[in-house]
């Protein structure tokens, strides 16, 4: 997860670690399970270092033994406005294997309709589990939202094989 | 009438359904041999105008085939009388269909209602049944709404009710949600869900990936014939966060 994530998430008001942790939880809902608790404490020592987050100790209570109140500097600030308004996208590496295809194609390798289908079985798998995660969560969840966000790309995907198979099933019959 | 072999519910071999002649042939459904368990949810998908809704229509016996055999709980529907096939499509089948066809001019209930009346339920055994099927679709609250009044994914719900009506061996459904937005999508898929636990079998026709990836098996249609078919059930693929990159 990029630090400014964790730098953002603590932008409404100066947060204890565990604070932090429940609001990603509760905004990934089950994909945030895998989230490793020390990866977030080790964002934020270098969030510290960097001069973006201030750490502050509180008065221990008893029963409550962490006392560091994390918060933003004003360079912190500057760093999560800039993030807001930054364009960038994640982009699928397509290419790879549109030229798997065409590569097991040209040596007589490997069957490209095989290939296709094979990836095409481990997209519903994942479609499945995503799927059944969505079907899980209550209705308008912050998480349904982003689970519906992975279905649709997933979809977006098993569309493209789609075409890919039936391109490659006609090449097969000619000659 | 009913096979001893009541594992199965729906089987097909060489099914075959044309349309025109000679030169303006088309072979709508080729060749097709297929088995349905009892319990199982199978899909079955492919392009626009592949023949699969064909298909399904001629495994429940809203049509009849040009050519090979289909049973349905044993009895064989290609080639009963049309009163017969009648009855097995009443008793045995509930459809459900991406328009919905409700009676607009009609309550939930009512609708939920009519195939047992038409069945030869008393009105009081109807009325209960209906009730019934409706808080079983999480609709108890809408029972006395016009269509009209209510949601897609609300009017979908309230057909699966209907088609639950007399206890179908099996619900068949073509496109159920090809008129729905994802939350609709979202409450039809949870409903098909708990039926298909409870152990309703279903066959369901859509291109909608989403219905395909929470079957048992899904079969792949193109030009009316068979393509291939993957089980889904099983195998899991690891963490769901490495999906959106929230794995270092």
């Known amino acids: 997860m990029r630090q400014e994530v964790v730098l953002a998430m603590l932008a409404k008001v100066p947060s204890h670690g565990y604070e932090l942790r429940a609001r990603l939880g509760e905004a990934l809902g089950p994909l945030g399970d895998a989230m490793n608790a020390g990866q977030i404490y080790v964002t934020l020592g270098r969030l510290e270092k960097a001069g973006l987050v201030t750490c502050e100790r509180t008065p221990g209570l008893p029963d409550r033994p962490e006392r560091k109140v994390y918060g933003l500097t004003p360079a912190g600030q500057q760093r999560v406005s800039d993030w807001l308004i930054e364009v960038s996208w994640p982009k699928p590496d397509l290419a790879e294997f549109h030229l798997k295809l065409i590569a097991a194609a040209a040596a007589k390798l490997a069957d490209p309709v095989a290939i296709v289908d094979t990836q095409r079985r481990e997209l519903l798998r994942r479609l499945r589990d995503v799927q059944r995660a969505a079907m899980a969560e209550p209705d308008n969840s912050d998480a349904a939202l982003l689970l519906e966000g992975v279905v649709l790309r997933l979809q977006a995907d098993l569309h493209w094989l789609e075409a890919c198979e039936q391109n490659w099933t006609i090449r097969k019959r000619k000659p | ?248």
């Open chain 2, 1 to 248: 009438m009913i096979d001893t072999d009541i594992g199965q519910v729906i089987r097909a071999r060489g099914l075959r359904k044309d349309y025109g002649k000679d030169d303006g042939l088309v072979r709508a459904v080729d060749e097709f041999d297929l088995d349905v368990a009892l319990g199982e949810m199978l899909a079955i998908m492919g392009p626009s105008g592949c023949g699969k809704s064909t298909l399904l229509h001629l495994l429940g016996g809203l049509d009849r085939p040009s050519g090979g055999q289909v049973w349905l709980g044993g009895q064989r529907l290609d080639t009963i009388g049309e009163r017969a096939l009648a009855r097995m499509r009443r008793r045995s089948v509930g459809f459900v269909f991406q328009a919905f066809h409700l009676m607009d001019e009609l309550t939930a209930t009512e609708n939920v209602e009519l195939p047992a009346l038409l069945a030869g339920s008393s009105q009081r055994a109807a009325r209960r049944r209906a009730t019934e099927l409706l808080e079983r679709v999480g609709l108890a609250d809408r029972a006395g709404f016009m269509p009209s009044a209510l949601s897609g994914g609300q009017r979908q719900r309230v057909a699966v009710a209907r088609a639950l009506s007399n206890e179908p061996l099996v619900v068949m459904a073509d496109e159920p949600t090809g008129n729905l937005d994802t939350t609709a999508t979202l409450e039809v898929l949870r409903l098909f869900d708990a039926l298909h636990d409870a152990g309703q079998t279903f066959v369901i026709v859509t291109h909608d990936s989403r219905i395909a990836a929470t079957a048992d098996r899904m079969i792949s249609m193109r030009d009316g014939a068979f393509v291939d078919e993957t089980r889904l059930t099983g195998g899991t693929t690891g963490s769901l966060a490495a999906l959106v990159g929230l794995e270092s």
